[in-house]
């Protein structure tokens, strides 16, 4: 992806003197931290679109509040660099797809501190928005991933840079109220950005108030790590709103998903990646905790699945609201000594459990097609208990689409 680097406009008398030893051109700067200094802070905002070049930055990119800036390639934070992002920016993407996008590399953080009155907005800067114009937002931890051997790092779908590692506690930054909309560009065919991407980021990472709005791929999706989410919103994805894979096992906490006409499930989740293998040792699974979720379709008619549990994965559900779907939970896996995806299993031995759930217009609420031969009392208890997420409160003002 380096020798796609597009240059872009030079930042209006302003840049960074940081640009790696890739393909990307040198940007001479006079100021390491500021893009725009708005003459010292004194302006208010002009209105003025500022443009960020398509680079590496191996110093800090501070973009000030309430401005509106534009990039038309790939900008990506080297380790070390902090991208600084005020209360009430708008980041505006040429929509030409994947090669747009953000990348926050290992080592590297994003501190992106918006509020529910001025949010964090990362959008198409296309006149006519639509889902798949740009990349989205990439972050890349040093926590375990299950993907790989000992202390190795795998490398991301888009971009080929390196995630993965042995640091639990690692931080990547601060997301809060931030809004990617538009994303889901495709490289290929199988490889594809999402709203957010989670690659090995760790429980040192903040994440709080976050919302992937009409994405062309996965709203949120977690390979590895630890991170603990809390208050995800996904509406409108146009494949999974909430996926993870490759032995994920943070938290997600206060989530509300709700599907548009063109959609797959709700959560889907695997054990490991599939296209990879479980190349861990000691071998684990993913296995997050998932609390407080409401889960919107569009009818029991469509023929949609709400969650996918497959390739062994694990978790712990508690309180599950499900609306609209022709099945509820949908379990994959096989069986035997060397099952590689012993979803059932996880039933079994209680690493995948489901406490107070409630259906409402569900056909079908269990569909096991592990192998396993378990009741359903064993996945799942307190039928008709959950009440889910407070969406109507915590999500006011600052997300779109509901």
């Known amino acids: 992806m380096k020798n796609n680097l597009l240059l872009g406009l030079a930042i209006t008398a302003l840049l960074f003197n940081s640009c790696s030893t890739d393909d990307t051109a040198d940007i001479n700067i006079t100021d390491n ?24 930055y191996s110093s800090d990119l501070v973009l000030d509040a309430d401005q509106t800036y534009t990039i038309s390639g790939p900008v990506i934070m080297a380790d070390g660099a902090n991208l600084i992002i005020g209360e009430g920016v708008t980041i505006k993407a040429v929509a030409t797809g994947a090669d747009v996008y953000i990348a926050i590399s290992q080592g590297a953080k994003i501190i992106a501190n918006g509020t529910a009155a001025k949010p964090i907005v990362m959008t ?38 390196p995630y993965g590692g042995t640091e639990t506690s690692d931080s ?21 950005n999402n709203g957010f991407s989670f690659y090995g980021v760790g429980a040192g990472t903040t994440v709080d108030y976050i919302q992937a709005y009409e994405g062309a791929d ?7 790590g630890n991170v603990e989410v809390n208050y995800a919103v996904v509406i409108n994805a146009q494949d999974d709103s909430i996926d993870w894979t490759e032995g994920f096992t943070g938290k997600v906490t206060n989530a509300y998903v709700k599907h548009g006409a063109d959609h797959d499930k709700g959560f889907e989740c695997d054990g490991y990646n599939t296209d990879i293998g479980n190349l861990s040792s000691p071998k684990f699974w993913s296995k997050p905790i998932v609390t407080d979720v409401t889960i919107v379709g569009l009818g029991s008619s469509t023929g949609n699945e ?22 509820g939970f949908d ?15 996880g039933v079994i031995n209680g690493d995948l459990d489901v406490t ?36 109507a409160t915590w999500g006011a003002n600052w997300t779109v689409g509901n």
């Open 124 to 161: 198409s800067g296309s006149a006519n928005p639509a889902a798949g114009q740009w990349g989205g937002l990439i972050i890349l931890g040093k926590a375990p991933i299950n993907s790989v051997t000992g202390t190795a790092t795998s490398t991301s779908e888009i971009g080929s840079l």
């Open 356 to 391: 107070n759930v409630t259906f409402t217009d569900v056909t079908v609420q269990l569909k096991n097609d592990t192998g396993d031969t378990f009741a359903d009392a064993d996945f799942m208890t307190g039928i008709g208990n959950a009440t889910g997420t407070d969406y």
């Open 33 to 56: 931290s500021v893009i725009n200094n708005n003459n010292g802070g004194t302006d208010s905002g002009s209105g003025e679109e500022i443009a960020i070049s398509a680079a590496e």
């Open 218 to 224: 996965d709203g949120i999706e977690f390979f590895g």
């Open 172 to 192: 990547s930054g601060i997301l809060r109220y931030v809004r990617v909309e538009y994303s889901g560009g495709a490289a290929d065919g199988s490889s594809e």
């Open 331 to 345: 379990l994959d896996g096989d069986t035997g000594a060397n099952s590689n995806n012993p979803t059932g299993t």
């Open 306 to 327: 709400a969650i996918r549990l497959r390739a062994g994965t694990q978790g712990i559900f508690n309180n599950i609201l499900i609306e609209g779907f022709a099945e």
